[in-house]
């Protein structure tokens, strides 16, 4: 485990670390040796807190509650600093994601040029809201920002592969393709 800080952070107390350590994913040994190994290589480092977090979120898949106040106990800083960080940038997560993530740009041109109309066509087909992951994790639905390619709107980005001038009859093709991945040999 990482050494605790010298000074208590922030009204965080001893039996706020204990219950915070029986949380998940912070009771798991292993989410909690990478977050650990994390702090320990990027802690006090200028600017490190961008890299501890974007390193949790790549190894652990999410910034949890609980995980925000074991990094801001750990590095000393007020838990609303570090929940500021991940509630202010939308590539951070809060909740696991499926292993597919479709986003829906919101961006003006986009949102102009139909991406309400293509939320609900998924809406309807995976009977999710955006911010959700599907019953079996394959898939979590979100609205984003404007991702820069308003010339082909509207834009949809799944995992990192960009599909442009969408309508809504692209969209069950579209989730048919993600769910062949896991199509395969049936045992």
Do not use: W
Not at 4 to 25: C, R, V
Not at 63 to 78: D, F, G, K, T
Not at 165 to 177: A, D, F
């Amino acid at each position: 485990m990482v050494d605790k800080p010298s000074k208590q952070a922030y009204g965080l107390s001893a039996p706020s670390m204990h219950s915070l350590l029986n949380e998940f994913p912070l009771n798991q040994a292993e989410s909690r040796e990478v977050i650990d190994k994390i702090l320990q290589s990027y802690k006090d480092m200028p600017g490190g807190l961008m890299v501890i977090l974007n390193e949790i979120q790549s190894q652990i898949g999410y910034i949890s509650q609980p995980i925000q106040e074991y990094v801001a106990l750990v590095l000393n800083e007020p838990v609303s600093t570090i929940t500021g960080v991940v509630s202010f940038y939308s590539f951070f997560t809060t909740k696991p994601r499926g292993d597919h993530t479709i986003k829906f740009c919101m961006g003006t041109a986009c949102y102009v040029g139909g991406t309400p109309q293509l939320l609900q066509k998924a809406h309807q087909l995976l009977e999710i809201e955006p911010g959700e992951t599907s019953p079996d994790n394959r898939i979590t639905l979100e609205v984003c920002r404007c991702v820069g390619s308003c010339s082909q709107a509207p834009v949809v980005v799944v995992d990192e592969q960009l599909y442009g001038r969408l309508r809504p009859s692209k969209i069950p093709p579209l989730i048919r393709s993600i769910m062949k991945t896991y199509e395969g040999p049936q045992e």
